[in-house]
């Protein structure tokens, strides 16, 4: 059976058919609605990738939708009263849900007789317990505006985790993972039989692990110090944090090849940039050999995870008295893994493919 992927973004569409496993066809349309830009609007731009493509036996679209709040656990068959519950959460994702429904909403009108499947980057934490997603603030204010951990980046977590424990021949119902997913944007979790146990992103993709923009962690009083003291609006603060910050913010660029580079070159900001960076992994990898009670497994994916060996090496340094150690011969090499063998912990490099668990996750919810 055929699942046609659609990550709609408020200017881009990326698109990918698959049949089974096997990749058909994929692109991407940009810079809609902008002067020369492939598509005048998300409309046209769907039109465009339906009429580039074979859709004879297609089962289902897949959309990748990035905020599901505390309603959806898995993949969900979008009709009208899940469109519109998806619509209530735009508020905790003013930037991304709009663009999913806007791709939604054209994909049935194009497509009204094929199943739209919404699969949703929170739907893997809402395992986390609740004393793994409730911040200790005023508890009536929580409650009222939606204020919660939900944690991100789950198609990829859970697709990497289920890859390791094949990988390693662990029974999935049992093995402790934990998974750095290493991009642009960047968080980790606990995944415990599969299951996320605990997660570094929060309320929104902002909190925990240091990325290429975003700040990661931060003691909110930078936020109050910033606008009381500084005397910045609130909507510079925001900016400040989430695009000129991270690397950017520390070393002046986002790309941590470059990142690297300098450091080689000994320059200080790209080497306090690229200290941080591994320092709040390995304090997050710490938090979580606590939450699982030790893990089987510690897997790096996405840009920086898949491809830096010294990234891996650096967040992961002195940690063999917790029976974590990489085989550097093997981590230079890019192997799948590479700590040593016989090592208590297993080390692995896993690329992600959020894709294709779309489209898995899409087939699945078909079936049931
Ligand atoms: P992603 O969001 O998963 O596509 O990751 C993008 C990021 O991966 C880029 O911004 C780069 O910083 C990083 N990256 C890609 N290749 C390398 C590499 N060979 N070494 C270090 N970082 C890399």
């Given at each position: 059976m055929k699942i046609l992927v659609l990550n709609t973004g408020s200017s881009s569409v990326k698109y990918r058919l698959f049949d089974g496993t096997t990749t058909l066809a994929k692109g991407l349309i940009e810079?809609?609605?902008?002067?020369?830009?492939?598509?005048?609007?998300h409309e046209a731009a769907l039109q465009r990738v339906m009429a580039s493509?074979?859709?004879?036996?297609?089962g289902a679209v897949g959309h990748r939708v990035v905020h599901g709040g505390s309603e959806f656990g898995k993949a969900t068959v979008v009709d009208d009263e899940v469109f519109a519950v998806i619509e209530g959460l735009i508020p905790l994702a003013p930037l991304h849900n709009p663009a999913a429904l806007s791709g939604i909403a054209v994909a049935r009108k194009l497509l009204p007789d094929v199943p739209q499947i919404a699969v949703f980057d929170?739907?893997?934490?809402?395992?986390?317990p609740p004393d793994g997603v409730?911040?200790?603030?005023d508890a009536s204010l929580a409650e009222r505006w939606q204020i919660r951990r939900y944690g991100f980046h789950g198609t990829s977590h859970a697709y990497v985790a289920r890859q390791t424990a094949e990988l390693l021949d662990l029974p999935a119902e049992e093995a402790k993972v934990i998974t750095l997913h290493l991009g642009n944007g960047a968080s980790a979790c606990a995944v415990s039989g599969g299951r996320?146990?605990?997660?570094?992103?929060?309320?929104?993709?902002?909190?925990g692990l240091v990325m290429g923009t975003r700040s990661g962690d931060?003691?909110?009083?930078v936020i109050f110090h910033l606008h009381?003291?500084?005397?910045?609006?609130i909507d510079e603060i925001e900016r400040s944090l989430t695009r000129f910050a991270g690397l950017q913010g520390l070393?002046?660029?986002?790309d941590m090849r470059a990142v690297q580079e300098r450091l080689t070159a000994g320059d200080s900001a790209a080497t306090l940039a690229f200290d941080v960076y591994c320092r709040r992994i390995k304090e997050y990898v710490g938090a979580y050999l606590a939450i699982l009670g030790g893990a089987d497994a510690i897997t790096f994916t996405a840009g920086v995870g898949e491809n830096s060996p010294q990234v891996r090496s650096a967040a992961l340094s002195g940690l063999s008295a917790l029976g974590i150690t990489i085989d550097e011969t093997r981590n230079a090499r890019g192997?799948?893994?590479?700590?040593?063998?016989?090592?208590?912990v297993k080390i692995c490099v896993v690329p992600t493919d959020e894709e294709l668990e779309i489209a898995q996750q899409a087939t699945a919810e078909l079936r049931t």
């Open positions: 810079r809609i609605g902008e002067a020369g830009g492939d598509a005048g609007d493509i074979d859709l004879s036996g297609l929170t739907a893997f934490h809402q395992t986390i409730a911040y200790a603030i996320s146990v605990a997660t570094s992103m929060g309320m929104s993709p902002q909190s931060v003691d909110p009083t009381r003291v500084a005397g910045l609006p070393a002046g660029e986002n192997a799948r893994i590479i700590s040593p063998d016989n090592a208590r």
